[in-house]
């Protein structure tokens, strides 16, 4: 199945109809242009194999290869069928505009029809897709209904109609435009004679392709930017893993385990580029490799050996060595240790970041499922020894029988071993007077619990769950490409502000928030909280930087010599702004880049300290004056530097602009 | 130059980072943790106990030693040290003090440490403890005093300091209270300086009791609730390593946040983790002529100038549909920024809503941090009771760290739990459990296959039952570091060959086979038809695998024509790893990354260019 992919045509009508709309309404025209937008972004982000070609008829030119004797006429092939990339998302952004012709919607299907058959010849798709946007506002003959239909079907594509109105299924009533509701915009005039007359062939079609369910595939705008506002989730083929499970020395059965739930990561890092050029090949990163002698002496990487640390000694170990002695083992394998209470097992305790589901493999006209699910009854796991090949490291851990519907499994999960455990030990709870709540505090709790459930039952005595988690997309991911998209379509411009969907599914549930509104009132004054006072904490400038160690930091702690060299500053509250001024001037004596840059980050901490306090008046005449003394003491180069630098280190978000002192 | 380590060091971070959020283990830490180990050597600690028992002296010395072992593999960096008290011979820095044996400095364990320590142990142990130390006078004020020193002696800054004195003499100055007083003196003026003093203590005819003399040596329990002195005395070796395992790591948060309940009602909780994988460490580079550890430095400068290059200088990319995306350093980092750390709770689910399955990641425990706000301990305690009354959990938005994106965690309450020598096996507190987004669930089909019958079902029931054993957490060692660290141990102690190591988590084929007996048969006979072998088909494929290894790469040769026409569409994508690297040597590209998207990068630069 390796390389399946689809193939899709967008066919949009960008005739002069599409650009009427009621007043204070979009036009259709946009709307469509923001599902296409919204489609091939995702597309490029998920950077799937499929390929798209986009059609636009109303056009007031005419491309496309059936153009001949008149027919045909004011349709454009825009771009023919290839994988998605920015140059057409931009193309999309900057060349499709409202024209001033009418094409026949039917002509302008065929016309993709062909495209596909032309483009898609001797290679191998697993769909073949047209995405048709219109008002269906132009006259189109029916003349040749049966034969599209006939070839459609021939041909296994699959249609799908973005409308800007809803269609419903029992219109043979007519359509007054009153029965429906006034949400959908486009409605507002009702419709005309020959877009009833399209919709009843567009239904036509669709019914013939699907009797059941093809009114399914037919959409409007607004429903559909809606849906496509989220950027795709990575998906990825689960690879199977067949393998027997061994219970003693003769009892095997075959097996094959999917890896069913993971810690997805994004596919790409960041690479660094030169700032000027951006250019990647313009930067070069170099390791070497020096002596921990006073002069750093330099030593080449040839010279060098590997070695381990075996507590306070080094020994040296070659990799050969390494490989020689190393522990080996059979490779694949899945045996049964011996089975276990399921108590026993706790869920915290749970280590490495994937479960792995077992089934039966498909071929096996042989049950493994006595063995696989039916002990579930028992409440038993089996711990197993697990190693997915000869060359990684074996583990253990528990398969869960888990019983569905539709199928049954083992689960994996890996266990911890002895060295993974801390057994910390903590205060008792229970046992303290001082810590144990009352009554009144515990009733509060009560009610707080029980006015904040996710999970209630409807009426119809079914259980909805108004959070799940496992449906939302990664924000991180949501967040990532938003402004990924951002900066490519407009370069220059600030990131965007994190999109209101996105923020409103990471917050509580409207109705939560609300419901616990009395509860929490209750719960703030029956606990009394106060948060301590740190008198003796100094803040240093090493907490400025953003290494304060009781804020945890995404950047892991640097090695000692940093923390030292941030140390030399450390600084007493409330001279701190006096303190960094005498640096960096201590600094600036110095007229050496390295010190420019640590001037730099001097300044930047003044500022943030500035703003922390609300007062940005020392700040602003700090750096008026050392404006001014800029050309007295031959500072130039640092003030280039400091001025090159702004965006990175004057945040866009920043109150006070340096830009204002510039000459 | 050490200021532009720090610059480029910051490069590297960025990179790791995912890592680092993954294993959850990075802990910040200033100064180091030191241990001593202050061990009775009189008479009483050398008598065996009934039926071979090992006597105390033999058990503390297998505690030390595993203690010196997990050291060296989980924390090689705390300091340790062994001083024995009560002996007839001195041997300390200033030889000061009578009667105290100084076996082991304050330093980090090495291999040599391990062996001495495996010398005093058995009767051969015996003999050479009796020889060198000999037991005499016992001055316990003495052997404080003089460990006091070993902590002053040391440069390092000390994090964490604790004191362990092994005995089963809970009155070791007999009736002299001027040793008596003496020893009190000089364990206030430890305790001072901010050294933890456990006792642990062992059996001994009569029983020992705590309040004769020990219970004001020692250092108050942390919650006052006197557990600590209710403790029986330890009788075997197992609740002994149990007991010294608990208190000798430090607990340290990962990180402390604010459990916002609502608007204004912030707990604050301490976040700890309490299983993390442990890996082979990695290696360090070495100097060839002197085995001298090389440190390594990461620079970045321009090709055309040659010049280093200023953070500033610096900017990131990510490629997307032939267009490379560029944002300044801080933008990525603003990227991930969704909001201050911090748990914030969205509210309560039955228990039944967690899927066992949705597992990302190791757990966290939660535990209040009365420290930064008051009353946190009360609310924490209430909302522990409830939850776990109610059987719900309670669903938070956490990020755990500044700039890192948010997940969802269920916190889970968890009950207190102690063992019959009131040690403590489970702490009270939340296990936060990760939950796994839309993006972290791959779906997978289902195969179909025939429903088993009750028959079949049964006897497996019958199999499972045979092979019942009762699971313990901590009763698998890693085969794979235990492997490494015993290679290492025996290239350090010049050995002739690495001990060897039991692989635990090796089934026991023939206790399985003998236990199970004839069922298997009777199993197979039910499922499986005659002759059906299900190892066949896997086996004849393994064959293949093995012995025809290098027929089965095909050739894998791709055009320059055809990579660039697959450029050009946007479809490099497409062609698999083996070819890809065949196209990377074929064009000369030397690639450090096997993993396809560097591949991709680097053929998409070679030919782009």
């Known amino acids: ?663 | 130059m050490a200021e532009w380590n720090a610059y480029y060091h910051n490069e590297d971070e960025e990179e790791e980072q995912e890592e680092g959020e993954q294993s959850g283990g990075d802990y910040k830490v200033t100064g180091r943790d030191s241990l001593v180990f202050l061990v009775d050597a009189s008479k009483e600690m050398f008598i065996k106990g009934e039926d071979g028992q090992p006597s105390n002296f033999d058990m503390t010395m297998e505690v030390v030693r595993s203690v010196y072992t997990s050291k060296i593999i989980s924390s090689h960096r705390d300091l340790v040290a062994l001083v024995f008290y009560g002996t007839e011979q001195s041997k300390n820095p200033r030889n000061s003090f009578k009667h105290v044996y100084v076996y082991h400095d304050l330093d980090e364990p090495g291999a040599k440490r391990v062996r001495d320590v495996d010398g005093l142990q058995g009767d051969k142990g015996a003999q050479l403890a009796a020889d060198t130390m000999g037991s005499g006078e016992t001055s316990l004020g003495d052997a404080l005093w003089c460990c006091a020193n070993l902590y002053s002696d040391i440069k390092l800054r000390l994090s964490h300091k604790r004191l362990m004195i092994f005995t089963c003499r809970d009155d070791p100055h007999g009736d002299d209270s001027t040793k008596d007083r003496q020893a009190r003196t000089k364990a206030s003026d430890l305790k001072e300086t901010g050294v933890v003093i456990d006792l642990m203590h062992m059996m001994k005819p009569g029983g020992f009791d705590v309040s004769l003399f020990f219970c004001d040596i020692v250092s108050p329990p942390e919650d006052e609730s006197e557990l600590g002195l209710q403790l029986e005395p330890c009788d075997k070796l197992d609740d002994l390593k149990k007991r010294v395992r608990a208190k000798e790591q430090k607990k340290r948060t990962m990180s402390r946040l604010n459990l916002c309940l609502g608007k204004g009602i912030n707990v604050a909780v301490g976040m700890y983790a309490t299983a993390v994988m442990t890996r082979k460490p990695s290696a360090i580079r070495l100097y060839r002529e002197t085995n001298e550890p090389v440190r390594s430095k990461t620079r970045t400068f321009h090709t055309q100038t040659g010049s280093l290059l200023l953070p500033s200088e610096i900017k990131k990319a990510q490629v997307y549909g032939k267009k490379q995306i560029v944002m300044e350093r801080d933008e990525v980092d603003t990227i991930k920024r969704f909001d201050d750390p911090g748990l914030l709770l969205m509210g309560f689910k039955p228990m039944e809503k967690l899927k066992l399955h949705h597992h990302i990641r190791p757990a966290v425990f939660l535990y209040p941090e009365e420290d930064e706000v008051k009353g946190s301990t009360c609310l924490f305690s209430a909302l522990l009771m409830k939850c776990r009354e109610k059987n719900v959990f309670a669903l938070c938005r956490c990020i755990s760290r500044r700039n890192y994106p948010p997940r969802f965690v269920a916190l889970v309450p968890q009950k207190e739990e102690v063992d019959h020598g009131k040690v403590q096996i489970t702490p009270p507190g939340f296990n936060a459990i990760f939950l796994p987004y839309a993006d972290d669930i791959r779906t997978v089909d289902a195969p179909q296959c025939p429903v088993a019958s009750q028959m079949q079902v049964n006897k497996m029931k019958e199999i499972v039952s045979k092979l019942r054993f009762k699971y313990r957490s901590d009763a698998f060692e890693n085969p794979v570091v235990q492997q490494h660290y015993r290679n290492l141990e025996a290239l350090a102690l010049d050995m002739m060959a690495p001990e060897d190591t039991e692989d635990l988590i090796m089934p026991k084929v023939e206790q399985i086979d003998q236990r199970l007996g004839p069922l298997v048969q009777e199993f197979k006979d039910l499922v499986y038809p005659n002759g059906y072998n299900p190892e066949s088909k896997p086996a004849a494929k393994r064959k293949t695998d093995t012995g025809g290894g290098a027929e089965k790469k095909p050739k894998m040769e791709v055009s320059e024509d055809e990579l660039k026409a697959h450029m050009q569409n946007g479809t490099l994508g497409k062609l698999t790893v083996p070819i890809l690297k065949e196209a990377c040597k074929q064009f000369g590209i030397r690639t450090t990354g096997t993993k396809k998207q560097e591949l991709l990068d680097a053929l998409t630069a070679r030919l782009g260019s």
């Open chain 1, 1 to 663: 199945m390796a390389g399946a992919k689809s193939a899709l045509v967008l066919c949009m009508d960008v005739g002069f109809s599409m650009s009427n709309s009621a007043p204070g309404e979009e036009p259709p025209f946009e709307l469509a242009k923001k599902v296409i937008q919204k489609f091939v972004q995702r597309q490029v982000f998920a950077e799937t194999k499929d390929e798209l070609a986009l059609v636009l008829f109303g056009t007031d030119s005419t491309k496309n290869p059936l153009d001949q004797d008149g027919q045909y006429q004011n349709i454009t092939i825009h771009r023919h069928l290839m994988m998605p990339d920015f140059e057409l998302l931009e193309e999309i952004q900057n060349q499709i505009h409202p024209e001033s012709q009418q094409a026949d919607w039917l002509d302008a299907l065929v016309v993709c029809m062909d495209l596909l058959q032309r483009e898609t010849k001797g290679k191998k798709y697993d769909r073949l897709n047209i995405v048709l946007l219109t008002d269906l506002n132009t006259g189109a003959s029916a003349d040749h209904l049966d034969v599209i239909i006939e070839n459609l079907k021939k041909d296994g594509i699959t249609l799908q109609f973005f409308l800007p109105f809803p269609v419903e299924e029992d219109e043979e009533g007519g359509g007054d435009a009153d029965r429906r509701g006034p949400s959908h915009p486009g409605m507002g005039k009702g419709l005309s004679r020959e877009q009833k007359n399209s919709m009843d062939m567009m239904k036509h079609i669709m019914l013939s392709l699907d009797e059941e369910d093809g009114l399914d595939q037919i959409y409007t705008f607004t429903n559909a930017i809606e849906q496509l506002c989220m950027f795709k989730r990575i998906e990825r083929r689960p690879m199977s893993w067949p393998c027997q499970l061994t219970i003693g020395s003769s009892l095997s059965i075959r097996i094959v385990g999917y890896k069913a739930v993971t810690e997805e990561k994004l596919k790409k890092l960041w690479i660094s580029v030169d700032a000027q050029t951006n250019k990647r090949e313009d930067l070069k990163r170099e390791t070497v490799y020096c002596l921990d002698d006073d002069n750093e002496t330099e030593v080449q990487k040839d010279d060098t050996i590997q070695g381990f640390r075996y507590g306070s000694d080094i020994v040296p170990f070659s990799k050969v060595d390494q490989e020689q002695m190393k522990y080996t083992h059979d490779g694949k394998c899945f045996a049964v240790l011996g089975f276990t209470k399921q108590s026993l097992v706790h869920r915290h305790q749970f280590i490495g970041n994937q479960v792995i589901k077992i089934f039966a493999p498909k071929d096996d006209e042989w049950p493994c499922r006595p063995s696989s699910g039916r002990w579930h009854e028992l409440k038993m796991v089996a711990i197993v020894r697990y190693a997915y090949d000869r060359r990684s490291n074996p583990q253990v851990g528990a398969a869960f029988p888990c019983i569905k519907q539709d199928y049954e499994c083992l689960l994996y999960v890996q266990l911890p071993f002895t060295e993974d455990l801390r057994q910390f030990t903590f205060p008792s709870l229970e046992n303290n007077k001082k810590f144990t709540p009352s009554d009144t505090q515990l009733s509060a709790v009560d009610s707080l619990i029980d006015s904040m459930m996710l999970v209630e039952e409807n009426e119809n005595g079914e259980q909805v769950d108004m959070f799940k988690v496992h449906q939302l997309p990664n924000p991180a991911f949501q967040r990532h490409f938003q402004c990924l998209h951002h900066r490519a379509v407009s370069p220059g411009t600030p990131l965007p502000p994190m999109e209101p969907w996105l923020k409103a599914a990471l917050e509580r549930p409207e109705v939560i928030s609300e419901r616990c509104q009395a509860p929490l009132e209750e719960m703030r004054k029956t606990f009394p909280l106060t948060e301590v006072e740190k008198k003796k904490k100094v803040k240093t400038s090493a907490q400025l930087f953003g290494k304060d160690s009781e804020e945890p930091d995404a950047k892991k702690a640097k090695g000692d010599e940093e923390e030292e060299e941030y140390n030399l500053a450390d600084i007493a509250e409330g001279s701190v702004t006096s303190q960094l001024t005498h640096r960096i001037e201590q600094l600036l004596s110095n007229k050496n880049t390295q010190y420019y840059m640590k001037s730099i980050t001097c300044i930047q901490a003044f500022r943030e300290q500035s703003i922390e306090q609300g007062n940005a008046d020392l700040y602003n005449s700090y750096l008026q004056s050392l404006k001014r003394s800029i050309p007295n003491r031959g500072l130039e180069v640092f003030w280039d530097l400091l001025v090159q630098g702004t965006i990175s280190l004057f945040t866009w978000d920043c109150r006070i602009s340096l830009k204002s002192f510039l000459p």
